[in-house]
């Protein structure tokens, strides 16, 4: 570590080695892993507060990224707030397609993958943030600017929250003027429509599915076993997960013509139309009608950076890729992205060799691209073929769903500087 390492972030010409932008659990899982790497970081959110524990959707956390989380800390608490996942049932038209459980694959370290809302995850993560003393984290602020040259970026923020007293509670200086931080590294983890990427000049080519899906929430199908399942008649499938708090998400990809009918969204509309693929869950959202959320259409898209890093730029999490929910991998994948990221840029510092950071691309891209056109070649996602599915819905994804990228574990085991 250099004397510039330990400047306390914060105030003009702050000083970081690496500089994450954006407030989700992959910005603070980056930041915290540089953080515990000895590295000085700075993360800056543009809103003014984090989301709370509990709120937020409740993403499948898949075994592998479990231990990765449990690496620094945080399992336990997921454990005591998540919901346990065993497997997948996925059924076709005339019965069942495929059934797997966790705790059949061999060598499986967790037999459950964790139903756990977004915003718990962010506080734990937080929490260890704010525990590092390298590490520094501000809120209610967005890039605006961006320069480099060689050694490293300079980043200018605007105060999101001008007007109000956001941002200056125990997160640094208050708002105002603007301010520039100089960082060796910066991380755009600041979403699907980054403004971090779109001033580092990166493109993003990005491609709906055509087929969209209706989702709400609801108290969970009593005496269910704890299961993604699936019902895939074809064109239509309708997909149920047990969330925590005794609730489950249910999505519905209706026919073409039933989609039309439910543009308003109408909770009676979607009961009827699922109850020909699911009678007993048809029957309950009646009986559950007044604790059933709203309902809400979900536009399916895959998007893709043309590159994830430019410069001394890293792109992590929805600012490099977006997919499709089958398989419940664009928070595991980001999640994952962020060890290779941490680890690549630790190793580009510590050798002050900023080629080693290139890694991290290497490793990572190819691999969720893979992911990402298995998914775009599954016809049933962006047609309403109605030929009758041979395997389950899950059957291509287990692989991804239960084990951790080899490349990805061998950099991170390799560990050594
Ligand atoms: C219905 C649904 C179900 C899903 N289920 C699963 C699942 O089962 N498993 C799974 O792995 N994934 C799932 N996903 C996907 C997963 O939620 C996302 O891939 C994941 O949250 C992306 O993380 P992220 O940190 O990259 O982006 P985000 O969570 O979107 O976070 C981006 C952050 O960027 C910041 N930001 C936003 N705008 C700006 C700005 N202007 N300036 C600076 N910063 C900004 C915000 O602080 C925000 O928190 C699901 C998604 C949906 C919609």
């Not at 890039?143 to 300079?154: N, P, R, W």
């Not at 073409?256 to 543009?263: C, D, F, K, V, Y």
């Not at 073929?385 to 287990?398: C, I, L, N, S, T």
């Amino acid at each position: 570590m250099t004397a510039s390492d330990r400047n306390p972030v914060g105030g003009p010409g702050a000083e970081v080695d690496v500089c994450v932008t954006g407030g989700g659990s992959t910005a603070l899982l980056a930041a915290l892993l540089c953080a515990r790497a000895g590295r000085s970081v700075l993360l800056v959110a543009p809103e003014a507060e984090f989301e709370p524990a509990g709120a937020g959707i409740s993403p499948l956390v898949a075994p592998p990224t479990l231990g990765l989380l449990a690496g620094e800390g945080v399992e336990e608490e997921l454990l005591g707030a998540g919901q346990r996942i065993l497997g997948a049932d996925d059924h076709g038209r005339d019965g069942l397609l495929s059934r797997w459980r966790y705790y059949d694959l061999p060598g499986i370290a967790r037999p459950y993958g964790l139903t756990v809302p977004t915003g718990t995850l962010v506080q734990a993560l937080l929490a260890r943030l704010r525990a590092e003393p390298s590490a520094t984290v501000r809120t209610g602020r967005r890039v605006t600017a961006l320069g480099q040259d060689e050694d490293g970026v300079l980043l200018t923020f605007a105060d999101t929250t001008a007007g109000t007293t956001a941002g200056t509670t125990g997160d640094g200086a208050g708002g105002g003027a603007e301010e520039r931080v100089r960082a060796r590294y910066a991380v755009a983890a600041d979403g699907r429509h980054s403004p971090l990427r779109d001033l580092s000049g990166i493109t993003v080519r990005d491609t709906p599915f055509g087929r969209p899906g209706w989702l709400v929430a609801a108290p969970v199908v009593p005496r269910r076993e704890p299961v993604l399942l699936v019902r895939h008649p074809a064109p239509q499938a309708l997909f149920t997960v047990p969330t925590p708090g005794d609730s489950m998400a249910v999505v519905w990809c209706p026919d073409r013509e039933q989609g039309e009918a439910l543009g308003q969204a109408d909770p009676e509309v979607f009961a009827g139309q699922i109850k020909t693929v699911d009678p007993e869950l048809a029957d309950w959202l009646g009986e559950v009608r007044d604790r059933t959320s709203p309902v809400f259409r979900i536009d399916f898209a895959m998007w893709q950076a043309a590159s994830w890093r430019r410069g001394r730029v890293l792109l992590l999490g929805e600012s490099a890729h977006g997919m499709h929910t089958l398989g419940g991998q664009g928070l595991n994948q980001s999640l994952h992205s962020a060890a290779s990221l941490a680890r690549a840029v630790d190793e580009a510092l510590a050798h002050k060799d900023p080629t080693r950071v290139e890694a991290y691309e290497r490793i990572r891209r190819p691999y969720v691209e893979r992911l990402q056109e298995l998914q775009w070649n599954t016809p049933a996602l962006r047609s309403y073929e109605a030929e009758p599915p041979r395997r389950g819905a899950h059957q291509d994804f287990v692989e991804v769903m239960t084990t951790l990228q080899p490349e990805l574990a061998e950099q991170l085991g390799a560990g050594a500087r």
